[in-house]
Structures are given as C-alpha cells and as structure tokens.
Nanobody, 125 residues
Framework: QVQLAESGGGSVQAGGSLRLSCSFS??????MAWFRQAPGKEREGVAA???????NYAYSVKGRFTIEQDNAKNTLYLQMNSLKPEDTAMYYC?????????????????????WGQGTQVTVSS
C-alpha cells in the first residue's frame, strides 16, 4: 500500500502562483501524476512524470504548470503559475504503473493505483 499526502493548496487571485507538494511512501513503479476535479466535472489529468524525468502535461496547463519529483525526499511537486479561475479544483496526486507515463494512459484516472486525499485550489478573478 502506497500512501500519498498532498499539501500547498489555497486561495489566490488570477495570475498568482501556488506550489503543491505530495509526499509518498516508497513506490517501485515510477509514474507519478497530478489530477484535478472541479465541482460537477470529471477528474482530469494535469501532469505526469516518469522514471527518466519525462513529463506530460494537459494542453490547458502547458507552459504554466511544472511537475517535478525529488526522489531523495519521496516528494512530488506541481508548480502552478499564471493561475486562472478555471484552474479552481481539488488537486490529487496519484501513483501509476510505470508504463502509463509513456503512453496516453497517464491522464486516465481509472489507471491511478493509489491516490491522496486532495488539496483545494481556488483562483478568484
């Protein structure tokens, strides 16, 4: 069982920045991802990072968000810049099977093996 815990959410104005963190227990499969879910909407993939550092991003966040992983600290990060009201959602980190980061599967929430409890991000206009 892999345990994940997100932190760093909060309320910001449009154009602001937030940095989310996700601490996790040892995980041998190396594909970690961030998802988000807004009220009344389906959970969607935001970004993922594979074992060799390869990253994937949703089109809506490309150029604004950066996913990073510190293996020494077992921590996943999501740096979010130029935030928009439409980024408002509960953000979750997830652990996937390794190969999911090298296919389109990284953004499929049904592929997530383990999930954190989420951290709320609210962006006001």
């Amino acid at each position: 069982q892999v345990q994940l815990a997100e932190s760093g959410g909060g309320s910001v104005q449009a154009g602001g920045s937030l940095r989310l963190s996700c601490s996790f227990s040892t995980y041998n499969d190396q594909c970690m991802a961030w998802f988000r879910q807004a009220p009344g909407k389906e959970r969607e993939g935001v970004a993922a990072i594979g074992y060799n550092g390869r990253t994937n991003y949703a089109y809506s966040v490309k150029g604004r968000f950066t996913i990073e992983q510190d293996n020494a600290k077992n921590t996943l990060y999501l740096q979010m810049n130029s935030l928009k009201p439409e980024d408002t959602a509960m953000y979750y980190c997830a652990a996937h099977w390794t190969n999911d980061c090298y296919s389109g599967s990284w953004s499929d929430p049904t592929r997530g093996r383990y999930w954190g409890q989420g951290t709320q991000v609210t962006v006001s206009s």
